[in-house]
């Protein structure tokens, strides 16, 4: 079986920077597409960013220019840089991947933003 194991979470200062790691078990080619959520405390989860299979990206009006989501194929692993954070990004976030047409989800990390 496949699971998604998250890290990089933390704390960060207004105008820091983390990055956020998804590594899946196994052994496999590619990601068929990955994407990252984000719950914000009291709110429904949001679609953050997701890179496709062509390696093509999309990212919400709210993160992009500052996140970019990433692959790297031969460590089975998806990265989301987060730059110039806001305290607004404040969240647990999850990642997302299809791999060999079945569907996984991360255990979720938090992410906060303060001074």
């Known amino acids: 079986q496949v699971q998604l194991v998250e890290s990089g979470g933390g704390l960060v200062q207004p105008g820091g920077s983390l990055r956020l790691s998804c590594a899946a078990s196994?052994?496999?080619?590619?990601?068929?597409?990955v994407r990252w959520y984000r719950q914000p405390p009291g709110e429904q989860r949001e679609l953050v960013a997701v890179?496709?299979?062509?390696?093509?990206?999309n990212y919400a009006d709210s993160v992009k220019g500052r996140f970019t989501i990433s692959r790297d194929m031969a460590k089975n692993t998806a990265y989301l840089q987060m730059d110039r954070m806001k305290p607004e990004d404040t969240a647990v976030y999850y990642c997302?991947?299809?791999?060999?047409?079945?569907?996984?989800w991360g255990q979720g990390t938090h992410v906060t933003v303060s001074s």
């Open positions: 997302n991947a299809q791999i060999r047409f079945q569907e996984y």
């Open positions: 196994g052994s496999f080619f590619t990601f068929d597409y």
């Open positions: 890179i496709y299979s062509g390696g093509h990206t």
